[in-house]
């Protein structure tokens, strides 16, 4: 397994990272045992990046991975936890207006159970879901640092957060990594994020790699069960989904001409964006991942490059990655003033 090491201060993951989500039914049901069965699969092949978040299944993501690490060697994996986000029964989150909760004896309360359902006395890399726009990240920070100082924490990361955020946070505690949508469809963090974690040395752990599967090749209109999330998404909605469908029939040729499937090209992009960049891939089955880590065999030359961002331009994509009240929870979006 290739290695990349996550910022300046992090530890040393595998290039690839398995991402657990779809394990607990945000893209509708999964099975249980495959789910399991994949995460002994992705450790055999040398991930050891396993990233999951305390709302994923209301701790039903957590207790899953606990029960597929049992027995496992500690020095065999790294758990990345976000926190933070608010539930409600039914399975929806919480009020937009008040949809994160990151002060600091929250810090403390979901760190406590996040520990007791993994089964572990550390997590590796602990982070904030979202920015909590009541608590100053400041605070968030400092007592994640005294976690870290306690024991139970390893390293301090941050999701979905712009660059002012990212700067005040590095100024705590050194930071590890901004997981943080990257894609060949979701390029956002070119602009100004990317820059600034390269100048303080913070690695980018990427998600959406796929953009939940819509450029993976395999997508079909009218796929989403009522219960996956993806069905309120406007990259999957309208008109939207037939022009994003349509850049994956071009991506598919280049594909071709390199003996690859079109997820395959789509994440070995990612992985050619540079040596910072880990993508978190949330494969579901066993064959999903084997495809996954084929990306690593993948080699894209400058000409390569050229010609994929030919058929899939920048600011290709039609439609938002969240609906707008999702949108409006994400720092990353703010643009910084001129």
């Known amino acids: 397994m290739d290695t990349r090491k996550l910022g300046n201060t992090g530890p040393t993951v595998s290039a690839i990272g398995l991402g657990a989500m779809g394990m607990s039914g945000m893209y509708g049901p999964a099975d249980r045992a495959e789910s399991i069965a994949t995460i002994h699969a992705a450790l055999d092949a040398g991930v050891n990046l396993i990233d999951?978040?305390?709302?994923?299944?209301?701790?039903?993501?957590?207790?899953?991975?606990?029960?597929?690490?049992?027995?496992?060697?500690?020095?065999?994996?790294?758990?990345?936890?976000?926190?933070?986000?608010?539930?409600?029964?039914?399975?929806?989150?919480?009020?937009?207006?008040?949809?994160?909760?990151?002060?600091?004896?929250?810090?403390?309360?979901?760190?406590?159970?996040?520990?007791?359902?993994?089964?572990?006395?550390?997590?590796?890399?602990?982070?904030p879901s979202r920015l909590d726009p009541n608590v100053p990240i400041e605070e968030t920070v400092g007592a994640i640092a005294d976690m870290v100082k306690a024991g139970y924490v390893r390293h301090i990361g941050l999701s979905e957060v712009g660059s002012a955020t990212i700067r005040k946070a590095a100024a705590v505690h050194p930071i590890v990594d901004l997981q943080i949508e990257y894609s060949l469809i979701s390029r956002g963090i070119e602009e100004d994020i990317l820059k600034t974690?390269?100048?303080?040395?913070?690695?980018?752990?990427?998600?959406?790699?796929?953009?939940?599967?819509?450029?993976?090749?395999?997508?079909k209109k009218n796929a989403t069960s009522?219960?996956?999330?993806?069905?309120?998404?406007?990259?999957?909605?309208?008109?939207?989904?037939?022009?994003?469908?349509?850049?994956?029939?071009?991506?598919?040729k280049v594909a071709a001409r390199k003996g690859a499937s079109v997820a395959q090209i789509a994440i070995a992009w990612v992985l050619a964006q540079g040596k910072d960049i880990v993508p978190v891939l949330g494969a579901r089955r066993r064959d999903q991942l084997a495809e996954t880590l084929g990306a690593l065999a993948v080699r894209l030359n400058a000409s390569d490059l050229a010609e994929i961002e030919a058929v899939v331009p920048k600011g290709a994509a039609a439609g938002e990655r969240y609906a707008p009240h999702g949108m409006a929870t994400l720092d990353s979006e703010r643009r910084p003033a001129n």
């Open 197 to 219: 974690t390269r100048e303080l040395g913070i690695g980018i752990t990427a998600y959406g790699v796929l953009s939940r599967g819509l450029i993976g090749g395999n997508w």
């Open 226 to 252: 009522p219960t996956d999330f993806r069905t309120h998404a406007p990259r999957f909605q309208g008109d939207n989904v037939d022009r994003n469908l349509a850049l994956v029939e071009e991506l598919k």
């Open 52 to 127: 999951t978040g305390d709302f994923y299944g209301m701790g039903h993501n957590e207790m899953l991975i606990a029960e597929a690490l049992r027995g496992v060697g500690r020095d065999r994996y790294l758990v990345s936890v976000k926190f933070g986000a608010l539930r409600v029964p039914g399975g929806g989150f919480g009020d937009p207006r008040r949809s994160v909760d990151a002060r600091p004896e929250a810090v403390k309360n979901f760190l406590a159970y996040s520990l007791e359902r993994l089964g572990v006395d550390h997590i590796d890399i602990y982070r």
